[in-house]
């Protein structure tokens, strides 16, 4: 059972900077893909950032320059460096893990971690 856990979430001035962690477990597979997603209240959960095995990442436009994603293959491990914080990105932020074999790729989610910027 792959289990999705995250951690870092909480209240932050805006300006301020939180790092969130996620770390994937129970697998016997690589993790191959893994990202952050955030869902503000009454919104659609949409990609924050997300970064493949080999380190290509990619980022909404609303955190780019603010937002660094990055992992830690050994450790089945991502973060997200969150830095110049707005009130807009009040959001509970969900981390997402991708594993299996080639020809069954499963997507597991975590069941995420809130982050509060106040103004």
């Known amino acids: 059972q792959v289990q999705v856990v995250e951690s870092g979430g909480g209240l932050v001035q805006a300006g301020g900077s939180l790092r969130l962690s996620c770390v994937a477990s129970?697998?016997?597979?690589?993790?191959?893909?893994m990202g952050w997603y955030r869902q503000a209240p009454g919104k659609q959960r949409e990609l924050v950032a997300g970064?493949?095995?080999?380190?290509?990442?990619n980022y909404a436009d609303s955190v780019k320059g603010r937002f660094t994603i990055s992992r830690d293959n050994a450790k089945n491990t991502v973060y997200l460096q969150m830095n110049s914080l707005k009130p807009e990105d009040t959001a509970v932020y969900y981390c997402?893990?991708?594993?299996?074999?080639?020809?069954?790729?499963?997507?597991?989610w975590g069941k995420g971690t809130l982050v509060t910027v106040s103004s």
């Open positions: 129970g697998t016997t597979f690589s993790v191959n893909a």
């Open positions: 970064i493949s095995r080999g380190g290509v990442t």
């Open positions: 997402n893990a991708e594993s299996g074999p080639y020809f069954s790729m499963k997507n597991y």
